[in-house]
């Protein structure tokens, strides 16, 4: 009995498998031992099906191989980055399920286990915030991935405040690239981000048309990171106040005229070991005065005024007193 229930429960899985290829045109992928993954026109199962026919719009990702082994994807809420970090582990775990894929044509380098850290929750019954349970995820793929995984981040560092967050999601991203070395499709909303250089790393992001004002997301995934978040422009779909909107403008306009007038090597942490200690010539030298300065900022709680002030007053402590 148990033998005939098991024949049958194979059969009715097999059979599952046919009849969602034929209806949704899935395609036979090859699945090889090199370390690589390669999908031509690929689309998410669900997502596709919940939509009028035709109207999911399929995309294309290549990684590992000939091609850089991280995909570092940006751009804004809405725009389609969550669904393409899905689809594609959807296609990788049917693929190694026997089932064919929502896609024209994939290749799946083979890989031991398909880690996801995607979405916002908590655990309330074990007191842990929606960022530590985000934490804790984080640490048992950088713990458990190895070079044949394939791992899927999803807004890494978004729980806590941007300069901590920013800084997570970069050191992460370089652990998985320096220790690991696995295929990882990497999104974030950090365009800071865009500025990690590395050979295995490739940005790309996803198309936005914007037309007087307005924007269309064409859910198409392109070369090349962000041109910028549009999260204002998200803020108006979602029915903002204006009042709400203009004040954010301005406020935008401030931050991104302090932020190009850094450099990209100012934007960029270096890597570079640390200098040796500055020769003292008193009881405070001027590297101490200003370092002192900046450690006792709290960059989440400064206003765009007080933070170009400060950045003022250490300009002037550099020229009068030589640091």
Same mark, same amino acid.
């Given at each position: ?39 031509? +026109? ?44 899905? +689809? ?163 406020? +935008? ?48 709680r400064l206003t765009p005024l007080q933070a170009l002030q400060i950045l003022a007053r250490l300009k002037s402590m550099i020229d009068t007193q030589g640091i």
């Amino acid at each position: 009995m148990e033998d005939m229930a098991d024949a049958i429960s194979r059969i009715d899985v097999i059979a599952g498998f046919a009849q969602a290829a034929m209806e949704g045109g899935y395609a036979r992928p090859r699945l090889v031992l090199e370390p690589t993954l390669s999908i031509r +026109q690929g689309r998410h199962p669900v997502v596709e099906a919940c939509l009028p026919a035709g109207a999911f719009v399929p995309n294309d990702l290549d990684l590992g191989g000939s091609e850089p082994r991280f995909a570092l994807i940006t751009g804004p809420n809405m725009a389609g980055k969550s669904t393409v970090l899905r +689809q594609t582990a959807l296609i990788c775990l049917m693929t190694h399920l026997g089932s064919f894929v929502p896609a024209q044509e994939a290749t799946i380098g083979l890989v031991d286990k398909i880690f996801c850290r995607v979405g916002a929750q908590d655990n309330l019954a074990r007191g842990e915030s929606t960022f530590l349970v985000e934490m804790h995820e984080t640490a048992y793929i950088l713990n458990t991935a190895t070079s044949r995984s394939l791992v899927v981040m999803d807004e890494v560092g978004r729980g806590t405040g941007t300069l901590d967050g920013v800084s997570i999601a970069w050191a992460v991203s370089e652990y998985l690239l320096d220790r690991i070395s696995c295929r990882c499709l990497f999104a974030t909303h950090y365009h800071e981000l865009t500025f990690l250089r590395h050979e295995g790393l490739k940005n790309l992001s996803m198309a936005v048309l914007e037309n007087e004002g307005d924007i269309v997301f064409l859910k198409k995934l392109k070369e090349g990171p962000a041109a910028g978040s549009y999260g204002l422009h998200v803020a108006k779909l979602a029915g903002i106040p204006e009042a709400v909107l203009e004040k954010a403008k301005n406020l +935008q306009a401030t931050i991104s005229t302090f932020e190009k007038s850094l450099s990209p090597d100012d934007k960029a942490p270096s890597s570079a070991p640390l200098p040796s200690p500055p020769k003292e010539t008193g009881l405070f030298s001027p590297e101490e005065m200003a370092i002192s300065t900046i450690m006792s900022l709290d960059p989440d709680r400064l206003t765009p005024l007080q933070a170009l002030q400060i950045l003022a007053r250490l300009k002037s402590m550099i020229d009068t007193q030589g640091i």
